[in-house]
């Protein structure tokens, strides 16, 4: 029988062959480098002057007037700073309008943040409204035609729109009724029934708008009579 005899090759093992690099593949790399520089230059720069455009929108919105109107029948007093300090601004009553910077104005909200969610005074520009963040406090807020109406003794009117009104605002509605009805104005004594009943929160709450003007009448009778009366001192 034949035999096969394997026979072991030895291979000499050496380090492998330097890959050559063309002037193409270095040139390239080169550009590719440079581009790159080129590139991150160019969003910084882009990043700097987006910076510099919000800067000045922010400076502008700064030094905007916004309008503000007084929705209370009395004198209101707004300030920049706790205690009545800083800035001051003074609305006669119901219906006065005062352009106030919008830097300013951001320090009324902080400061007097009860008063412009209840809408004792209102700020008359959408887009501040919704940068102050007063946009959901205001879909339950009237604007000053719709408390007219109201106080005009529309029943159809003034009960469904006094109903969408929060409970600050229906408390300063409630008051300017009763000055009215003080001084003389004629309302439908169910009208003022209806509003008495969506105003007090507790059923058995006694609150009536009606004895209100009533009570609100005798005193101002008494208090006629005081002036009218002559004190003489011996």
């Known amino acids: 029988m034949d035999t096969v005899e394997n026979v072991g090759t030895t291979k000499k093992v050496g380090r492998p062959a330097k890959k050559s690099v063309s002037k193409e593949e270095t ?22 002057a987006v910076q510099e455009v919000l800067k000045e929108e922010s400076n502008e ?5 916004v309008k503000v109107i007084c929705m209370v029948d009395n004198e209101l007093n707004l300030s920049t700073e706790l205690k009545g300090r800083g800035n001051l601004f003074t609305f006669d ?12 104005l951001y320090n009324i909200v902080r400061n007097h943040k009860r008063f412009a ?11 501040v409204v919704r940068k102050l963040g007063l946009d959901s406090a205001y879909e339950s807020i009237l604007d000053k035609d719709k408390i007219e109406k109201i106080l005009s003794g529309n029943q159809s009117d003034a ?22 009805g003080i001084n003389g104005k004629k309302y439908d004594l169910n009208l003022l029934d209806r509003l008495s009943r969506v105003y007090k929160e507790d059923p058995e709450e ?24 002559k004190i003489r001192i011996n």
Request: aromatic share 8%; glycine share 6%.
């Open 27 to 48: 040139d390239l790399e080169k550009l590719q480098k440079q581009v790159a520089t080129l590139l991150a230059k160019v969003e910084s720069m882009s990043s700097g």
């Open 206 to 229: 006694d609150y009536s708008l009606s004895d209100k003007i009533k009570e609100g009448k005798e005193d101002k009778e008494y208090f006629k009579s005081i002036d009218r009366s």
């Open 159 to 180: 009960v469904n729109l006094f109903k969408t009104a929060n409970k600050g605002q229906q408390e300063t509605i409630c008051q300017m009724i009763i000055k009215n």
């Open 117 to 127: 969610k209840e809408g004792k005074f209102l700020i008359l520009n959408k887009r």
């Open 93 to 104: 009553g119901f219906g006065d309008v005062i352009k106030i910077l919008y830097s300013d």
């Open 61 to 65: 919105e700064e030094d905007e007037y």
